[in-house]
């Protein structure tokens, strides 16, 4: 039996790991994360503030028979979301703090996947060399993912075990509580322009621009065969849905979802937008029977904003997984769909 450790088991990338590695017959699966998860069959979870050093230590110490490491932790900034990759020490403590602790206490380790994404490239600055690829430069200035990426790399010399590093681009999947999903974002504010009678009015500047993003399911997939793939040991991979798409021709199949019709652009912030609608929301689930999660719950509305405003193309080539056999992909304008219709059908909006 393998053992894995997902870190962040409770966001948009964790929770779909922990179900992905469940699903196989020979994984047991730790998830850690500050708010307890529900154990299941070979499923346990751990609550830990991994921030506080001596309570992860306290937490993580009889983790001895660990094989794999998922870290798909992150910490939030404040302000709007292109800035969170400067919120370094944070999101460096978190890794430092996990990886070294199970690292002690386990002899059977033998990878650590380690989550960043494309902002690795100056994704979130503004027009960058597309489509990236791995060996291309960092982008100036902080970024968080940095110092993770150079700390595990000096950690892991003259250890027993490999790393892998994988880069995605705009989860698309349901983690309440998690900022970094569109999903939410696109469901809920398709909501409450139905409820308020208005049509779906794509609020940012990215209309015609080329962008991708990543199923959370889809990444799962990947990060297992990152995990077990020997050609995958002490790499980097681009980890998108194996597409590109301009939100001008997919923004009207969105909207069919709903029931409403199509605007083009009108540019708005969606954080000043959402700003009053706390009670309309709570109003909503009350008068549609829907899942009671908090507003605040449910979607961050900074990441919209930062995803619907990136007017330049943000492209990844996903050739190097191909190349070490990771052939999946997934039809972005038809998961987009199937996501939303699917939030709908299990009532997280009406």
């Given at each position: 039996?393998?053992?894995?450790?997902?870190?962040?088991?409770?966001?948009?990338?964790?929770?779909?790991?922990?179900?992905?590695?469940?699903?196989?017959?020979?994984?047991?699966?730790?998830?850690l994360s500050r708010r307890k998860g529900t154990d299941a069959p070979r499923v346990r979870h751990i609550s830990v503030d991994l921030l506080d050093p001596a309570h992860a230590k306290a937490?993580?110490?009889?983790?001895?028979?660990?094989?794999?490491?998922?870290?798909?932790a992150f910490q939030a900034g404040s302000g709007p979301a292109a800035d969170y990759a400067k919120n370094v020490a944070a999101n460096r403590d978190l890794l430092v703090n996990s990886?070294?602790?199970?690292?002690?206490?386990?002899?059977?380790?033998?990878?650590?996947?380690?989550?960043?994404?494309?902002?690795?490239?100056?994704?979130?600055?503004?027009?960058?060399?597309?489509?990236?690829?791995e060996d291309d430069p960092r982008h100036e200035g902080a970024n968080y993912y940095f110092d993770q990426i150079d700390w595990l790399a000096d950690f892991k010399k003259g250890k027993r075990w490999s790393w892998t590093e994988l880069r995605p681009q705009t989860l698309c999947g349901f983690a309440p509580g998690t900022a970094m999903s569109i999903v939410p974002v696109i469901a809920v504010y398709a909501a409450i322009r139905k409820e308020l009678g208005l049509p779906l009015a794509f609020p940012g500047k990215a209309w015609t621009s080329l962008y991708q993003v990543t199923g959370s399911a889809h990444f799962a997939a990947a990060a297992y065969w990152a995990a077990t793939e020997p050609r995958c040991a002490n790499q980097a991979y681009n980890i998108t849905n194996g597409d590109y798409f301009r939100w001008q021709h997919v923004w009207p199949k969105i909207a069919s979802v709903f029931e409403l019709p199509s605007n083009g652009p009108q540019v708005h912030?969606?954080?000043?937008?959402?700003?009053?609608?706390?009670?309309?929301?709570?109003?909503?689930?009350?008068?549609?029977?829907?899942?009671?999660?908090?507003?605040?719950?449910?979607?961050?509305?900074?990441?919209?904003?930062?995803v619907f405003n990136c007017d330049w193309d943000v492209m990844s080539s996903v050739t190097k997984s191909r190349r070490h056999g990771f052939h999946a992909v997934v039809d972005s304008e038809e998961m987009f769909g199937r996501l939303l219709r699917r939030f709908r059908k299990e009532k997280i909006v009406p």
């Open positions: 039996m393998n053992t894995a450790v997902v870190v962040g088991a409770q966001g948009v990338i964790g929770r779909y790991i922990v179900e992905k590695l469940a699903s196989l017959p020979d994984w047991n699966v730790i998830g937490k993580l110490a009889g983790l001895e028979d660990v094989t794999h490491i998922f870290f798909a990886v070294s602790l199970i690292d002690k206490a386990s002899a059977k380790l033998e990878r650590v996947v380690l989550v960043t994404g494309t902002k690795y490239y100056g994704s979130h600055l503004g027009p960058f060399k597309t489509p990236a690829r912030s969606l954080v000043e937008f959402m700003a009053d609608k706390a009670p309309l929301w709570d109003a909503m689930v009350k008068k549609y029977g829907l899942k009671p999660y908090g507003f605040k719950q449910v979607v961050a509305w900074p990441f919209g904003d930062y």
